[in-house]
């Protein structure tokens, strides 16, 4: 109830002041075209990123996790158990903006320089890359991520705290900890260290959801201080134990194609087209705040629906049903049960012709 009150007391501050032009509700006097409504079914909950900048980690989860109920035949996705509910934090942990690391074939490297880099984005909508990036970064022959149930989102925002300082903070006695630590056990050349794994995992304590108590968890200590990066040190700590949900290898498409471009009239076609087969659709570098750091704020969400609705008076408007991850309190006092006026959610793309991958989705596996 404190965690949904908090949240609550957060969107109302943190988004109000745009929601109203980003996400504009339609009239209850406007009334559904008869047949054109589609909307996908079967759609995970909405859930809430807090005050974290991770809404694409989020909306590839909400895409992700689609797939795999979709494949696995689940019947109400919405209220699937944490041991099946795609982790978003492992998702974001797929998402790096070193590109020469990778190119230079860090082992891994993609699955942790940006868990390291949490503390950059917190707060912040930055939006620059899209959850396509992390669902291309993850093996072709199939996915396999780890659940809530292994790291549950909320205890650990709760524990990080609600500001990009006291992520920072943390962050920075963390790194601190596994140098000292780390150097103190290569010194000794031994293979453990007692005092080292000990002291280490005290400091890995004021994070993780579920505290390393025992002899076994002291060993993971261990591999984690034996790895040459902060980054994987943490994904280490934060993935330890990982009931793997695993699925097939979704055919992942994008509009416009890379090198095209398309007008904002264009981009609402093709949502509508989506949908209308039963495929969610990523929505990315929308502009929704010009009092972020980056002077706009850009956003990812998820649309899962689509209709026409006219007046009396014969004036139409469209419709997106958004998926929205700042939380089902925020999706009720802003849109219609998800629904929101699309010419007013897609003018906040600020350019025309659009150039970059706008929208991302997942087809089923062939």
């Keep these: 109830m404190k965690l949904l009150l908090l949240t609550l007391i957060l969107n109302y501050f943190s988004f109000n002041i745009y929601a109203q032009s980003a996400f504009t509700k339609v009239s209850a006097e406007y009334k559904d075209v008869a047949g054109s409504v589609s909307e996908v079914p079967n759609m995970p909950r909405i859930r809430s990123q807090d005050s974290l900048g991770l809404c694409q980690s989020f909306a590839g989860a909400t895409l992700l996790q689609k797939q795999y109920c979709d494949q696995e035949k689940v019947s109400n996705c919405s209220q699937i158990s944490a041991n099946e509910e795609i982790s978003p934090l492992h998702v974001w942990s797929y ?67 609600q500001s990009e300082e006291a992520m920072s903070a943390i962050l920075s ?137 006219c007046n009396t008076a014969g004036k139409c408007v469209d419709q997106l049903k958004v998926h929205n991850s700042w939380g089902q309190g925020w999706q009720d006092q802003y849109t219609n049960n998800g629904w929101v006026n699309a010419d007013d959610l897609l003018n906040r793309y600020e350019a025309e012709p659009i150039t970059k991958q706008a929208i991302v989705w997942l087809q089923n596996p062939n």
Excluded at 95 to 124: D, P
Excluded at 133 to 146: E, V, Y
Aim: aromatic letters at 8%.
């Design 173 to 309: 006695n963390l790194k601190a900890t596994y140098e000292t630590q780390k150097a103190k056990m290569e010194a000794q050349s031994t293979e453990a260290c007692d005092s080292c794994l000990k002291d280490t995992a005290m400091a890995l304590n004021n994070v993780l959801p579920k505290p390393l108590t025992t002899d076994t968890d002291l060993k993971v200590v261990k591999r984690g201080l034996a790895k040459d990066t902060f980054g994987e040190f943490l994904f280490e700590s934060f993935f330890y134990k990982c009931d793997k949900i695993s699925m097939k290898f979704p055919d992942g498409r994008v509009f416009p194609a890379v090198g095209n471009t398309a007008t904002k009239q264009q981009l609402k076609n093709k949502i509508a087209e989506v949908v209308k087969n039963g495929y969610p659709v990523g929505l990315n570098s929308l502009c929704v705040d010009k009092s972020a750091k980056d002077g706009c704020g850009a956003h990812e969400l998820v649309v899962s629906g689509f209709k026409k609705s």
């Design 95 to 161: 998402i790096s903006t070193n590109k020469i690391s990778q190119e230079a074939g860090v082992k891994e490297n993609h699955r942790h320089i940006s868990i390291e880099n949490l503390a950059k984005v917190f707060g912040e909508n930055v939006g620059k890359i899209g959850s396509g990036t992390a669902i291309l970064n993850m093996k072709k022959d199939g996915i396999s991520l780890c659940s809530e149930a292994n790291f549950p989102f909320d205890q650990f925002a709760n524990k990080y705290g």
